[in-house]
């Protein structure tokens, strides 16, 4: 009966293409699926979003104007970006830095006995026990020098490398700032500009007294702390803000390259690493048990399906995205339940000592990790949306019009980045020695994406009069204006065959408009919100209305109905009354409510398969055409 009801528009007159039986089962368990996973996808935003707020960027951009642009008028106006030798260095952290750090007065200048021997920067946030200051060496001679050089230069401190690093006794021998101190294994090693650096080195704290902090740092200068070997100084610490629940990790990075000079840099992590301390957060715990339910659900599916289909269920490329999004976020689980365990055990230890640095960097290493996974598990999580909406028409033309014309762009493909990686190459020989965007060859290559972009600096590539505007022009020419007009091409051409092809076939998409109503009905007559609408179809199914909508549709396939009958009469015997039929003879008939939507799906089947093969013919048509035009050309 409900399918009967589907045929008219509500409101109108105008039939409604229909489709098979077979067909909108499918449609409508895909929509029981989209619900289910709608409920999963809410899940998972309430998970991931739960765990991020505008407060982390207030917090890491007060951070970053306190300890990287606020300079002192006593140190010449030094601030930490604009280091540049060892003296700068050192004018920073015995200025700038010890006045960031110690906040020993509270509002109104005045001292509370509740704040004694702490420091509160900017008043709100709490500094966690003291700061580590760590400086990683390299070894004198574990470079090459060449031959006619050997007399001239007796020392050599290559760029830092593992086994070139200096873990010897150095300077007074007589503390742990002197002495190579080793990491734990877990922890991170720290990925700079000029290198990468293991997680060991010469290690001292700065008292919580700013004076005796100032003291120190001027006793390890006056006696050469920092040396030729030097390749790095790492300075870190930490901060809670109960008023939002976060720590903020301060890691400021000093790096001394081979070629001199001084590169700094820095990296301020605001995370909430307690998380479970209001009811809100009790709430996001519970989504989290109902997304890890979610993901051994679709696990149990994933399994079952390659069990049935075997290889070819790899053949799919919705599958591959199903599998890939379960892995992601089995590894995001994994690490949320590594960071989990990690705060627990670890911060009663961290926090058992004022006077010594505690590592949370650590901590939110695993934290930042967490983040990202869940982050890309978000992505693919919105990406298979695509797979239930593939139902609706214009989606169909799109994945066609992908599908159909992947080898040409692959092809294509080709030929494009030979020509672009022959240009990234060209560029990075030419200016990469002078231009900051050319210096390697990753910039060289997102540089020119900006170029196709429109933004690019041209002036920069004018450190060579001539080879620079030959190569800006060429490549703009080339690429630009020839190669992604191809592609676009391509994908044009693509897309006006498959409309020609969809416009040939008849409409049998059912919107899922009508989909979400009949569900919604259905459900509303469970809850017995609402009459069923069954009923009052079996007192109108034979009325003249009905009588003649079915008529249409034996007129529309009058040249099969023999064979329906035929198909049909050897159970029953069926009468379709002819378009005059009275309502009161319609009364009468013999005709039942499930023969008479049997009908309906044997005369809806056949109209799907005659447009089908009407289809096909056309695109004989179509063929034979443009063969006869072709041999016709031929001729001439």
Not at 125 to 137: D, E, Y
Not at 326 to 354: H, P, Q
Not at 400 to 425: D, P
Not at 484 to 503: C, G, P, R
Request: proline share 3%.
């Amino acid at each position: 009966m409900e399918a009967a009801a589907e045929q008219k528009l509500s409101g109108g007159g105008v039939t409604k293409p229909r489709m098979s039986y077979s067909r909108e089962l499918e449609l409508k368990t895909t929509l029981r699926e989209l619900v289910v996973y709608i409920i999963f996808l809410f899940t998972l935003c309430l998970v991931t979003f739960g765990m991020v707020s505008t407060n982390m960027f207030h917090l890491n951009e007060v951070m970053s104007r306190l300890f990287l642009e606020q300079a002192s008028a006593e140190d010449e106006g030094i601030d930490f970006n604009s280091i540049r030798n060892v003296a700068d260095f050192w004018k920073f952290v015995e200025g700038p830095l010890l006045d960031g750090l110690s906040w020993d007065k509270w509002y109104g200048n005045l001292t509370s006995d509740l704040q004694e021997n702490r420091s509160h920067i900017y008043y709100e946030n709490l500094m966690l026990g003291v700061a580590q200051v760590r400086q990683l060496k390299v070894r004198n001679n574990t470079c090459s020098t060449y031959p006619y050089f050997q007399n001239f230069t007796k020392d050599c401190y290559p760029k830092y490398r593992y086994r070139s690093e200096d873990k010897s006794d150095f300077g007074l021998k007589n503390g742990s700032e002197w002495k190579y101190s080793f990491a734990a294994s877990l922890s991170p090693w720290y990925w700079g500009e000029v290198g990468f650096y293991s997680s060991g080195g010469y290690i001292f704290t700065l008292p919580k007294s700013k004076e005796k902090s100032r003291e120190k740092l001027e006793f390890l200068r006056k006696n050469g702390w920092l040396t030729r070997g030097t390749r790095v100084v790492f300075i870190d610490f930490s901060t809670y803000n109960a008023n939002v629940n976060l720590f903020c990790i301060i890691r400021l990075v000093v790096e001394f390259p081979a070629t001199g000079g001084v590169i700094p840099s820095s990296r301020i992590y605001s995370v909430k690493l307690l998380r479970y301390v209001t009811f809100y957060d009790y709430f996001l715990a519970s989504c989290e048990i109902a997304f890890c339910l979610f993901i051994i659900t679709f696990i149990i599916q994933e399994l079952i399906e390659i069990k049935k289909l075997k290889m070819e269920y790899f053949r799919s490329v919705w599958n591959w995205l199903d599998l890939l999004l379960v892995v992601v976020s089995i590894l995001a689980i994994g690490f949320n339940i590594y960071r989990t365990m990690a705060v627990s055990l670890l911060m009663e230890k961290l926090l058992s000592d004022e006077n010594v640095y505690p590592d949370f960097y650590f901590l939110a290493f695993w934290q930042i990790l967490y983040d990202n996974m869940i982050a890309i598990c978000v992505f693919f999580a919105f990406m298979k949306i695509f797979k239930f909406v593939s139902f609706n028409k214009t989606m169909t033309q799109l994945s066609s019009t992908l599908s159909r014309c992947a080898s040409n762009i692959c092809g294509f493909a080709v030929m494009f980045f030979i020509i672009f990686f022959a240009y990234a190459q060209f560029s990075y020989l030419v200016f990469g020695p002078q231009v900051k965007d050319f210096s390697t060859f990753p910039n060289c290559i997102f540089s020119q994406f900006r170029i196709v972009l429109g933004d690019f600096n041209f002036l920069i590539i004018e450190v060579n009069r001539i080879l620079g505007p030959i190569y800006f022009i060429s490549f703009v020419f080339f690429v630009f204006f020839i190669l992604l007009n191809m592609f676009l091409a391509i994908i044009n051409d693509t897309y006006s065959e498959v409309k020609a092809d969809f416009a040939g076939i008849p409409s049998q998409e059912i919107h899922i408009k009508d989909l979400v109503r009949q569900s919604c009905n259905n459900t509303l007559v469970k809850l017995r919100l609402k009459k069923p609408e069954v009923e009052n179809l079996e007192r109108k199914e034979f009325s003249s209305t009905k009588r003649k909508d079915i008529s249409k549709l034996s007129k529309r396939s009058s040249g099969n109905e023999k064979k329906l009958r035929s198909r049909k009469g050897r159970k029953h015997h069926l009468r379709i009354p002819p378009d005059n039929t009275e309502p009161g003879a319609a009364s009468q008939s013999s005709v039942s409510p499930a023969e008479f939507q049997q009908l309906l799906e044997y005369t809806a089947e056949l109209e799907e398969e005659l447009n089908n093969a009407n289809a096909k013919l056309n695109r004989i048509m179509k063929s034979m055409q443009q063969m006869k035009e072709f041999s016709g050309m031929t001729d001439e």
